[in-house]
């Protein structure tokens, strides 16, 4: 990982008490858009802070039927559930709102294109060129990138990208964000550097959003006078070769060249953003082989998790970190990267204190209340779904949550209505399942992330490494502390809360009372 000095990212930050009430528009491109973009919503669900009230995410990928957007998409629909049902003022998870653009009366989270499933010379009507400019276009391009099928977006081919993606600035989508942004508002950018999508859509949105237009449509002013932070993610995995039948281009022995050229032309952004952070990692883990579709579902990975943290420390950032000047729209750019404290470790003290600050006590809270629902880390027994690790999370028929002997807990529980049990539970438990895995896959990476031990069914025994976090007395552990502690706080629920804002509240405050960080 490029991580072998530490930039202090936590700097500047705002009190988590305030928050801005504009809008954080988040565009992820590519597949590695989608999995930062669950690593955030995986933070998000947990509590870790967010300095606004609301971000508003939008997938730029011509693969629509990839398996990391397909995923994400189910993570975003059902986050926003919880949160607008379950969550309440004093509520720490789930506690940033999640929403979405609206075009043509229809919630919208992708970017697509029309024209899904075309040749790439058929995209460019090369038939229909004259010789002349058929010559140019067999220079430009080969014959092997003419005919690709771009239903799975551009497999590494960022030169085909740019030509595709110029065509994304009249989409609804793209037209709903333009007419809704305002002053206040700030625009974030996820893209890796060594693909085809990622790699050629950066610039190009990036171009698009400080384009100069006489027409008086959209809120072009304060766009292009909006803060703009972006994060480029280097190779930071690699992936086995194509079968020889597969008619793939994916070749990750040429994604640190393809990487180092797009940096070179990347130096044109200086001074079009106002924060640009870099990460990768030099200790990779090797994937399947894919060229994209619904098989194309990446394991999650640390470096995901810390661009989210990029996402999250931009959003952070006073007003006064950003100059910029209205007439020549020049925005003074700051470089970022994150890094670790100890590549010798894998649990919560790899990290930097001031990172632990923001992510340890979230993460940990969140998973103890998954635990209490009974998810835990077992063996898979299902060879199709093994990659990197053969473990899943699974909820145990034995679980806390299912246990009778707790009268004022059960009684919430056997309170829930038939909506509840079939819509807002249902949307908490996928995430809580999601989490779970999102924390094994971290876990089996070569570069591990592993803070937890996932299959210890103890709740004051999860957490590894050093860090004092339980707060039980030495007579009242396990989960006879966690079930006293929910039994003295759910009196002092307000009793106007609905029944799922009431079940929520409650887990965050027990588990806010039993786990804190005390190396503040």
Known sequence: MYLSCFVNHINNYKSPNEKYMAKLYI???GGTGSRVLKSLIMLLSSGVDCAFDTIIPIIIDRDVQNGDYVQVKKLVDNYIRVN???????????????????????????LQWDQQNVRFDD????????????????????RETLEMDMSHGFQGNPNMGCVVQNQFENNDLFTAFAN??????????ISSIFGGTGASG??????????????????WGPIKNAPIGAITVLPYYQVADADANDNSTVNANDWNDKAKAALNYYIDEQNHLDMLYYIGDTKPSTYPHCKGGANQTDPAHFVEMASALAILNFAKLPVNSFTITNNSNSHATTYKEFGISDETQSDFNMLHQSTKNLVVEPLSRFLLFAKYMGYNAIKDNNPKTVKITDKIAQKDSGNHFDKTGLSAVYAIRKGFDSAFRSNELQSLEIIQKNYVDWLIEMEAQARSFSPFKLEMSRADEFIKGTLDLWNGSRFNKDWE?????????HGSIDEALSESQKFLLLFSR?????????TH
């Not at 995209?123 to 080969?142: E, H, R, T, W």
Request: hydrophobic share 40%; glycine share 4%.
């Open 84 to 110: 607008e049902n379950m969550s309440s003022h004093d509520c720490k998870f789930f506690k940033t709102k999640i929403d979405l653009l609206k075009v043509n009366g229809a919630w919208q989270f992708c």
């Open 27 to 29: 565009f992820g491109i």
């Open 180 to 189: 809704q942004f305002q002053t206040g508002d700030r625009i974030f950018i």
């Open 123 to 142: 995209f460019i009507n090369y038939s229909q060129l004259d010789d002349p400019n058929k010559a140019l276009v067999d220079m430009l391009f080969s």
């Open 481 to 489: 502390r966690v079930l006293k502690i929910l039994v003295d706080i």
């Open 510 to 518: 027990a588990t806010e009372k039993l786990l804190t960080l005390k």
């Open 202 to 219: 950066f610039p190009l949105l990036r171009k698009l959003l400080h384009k100069t237009r006489t027409q008086n449509t959209g809120q």
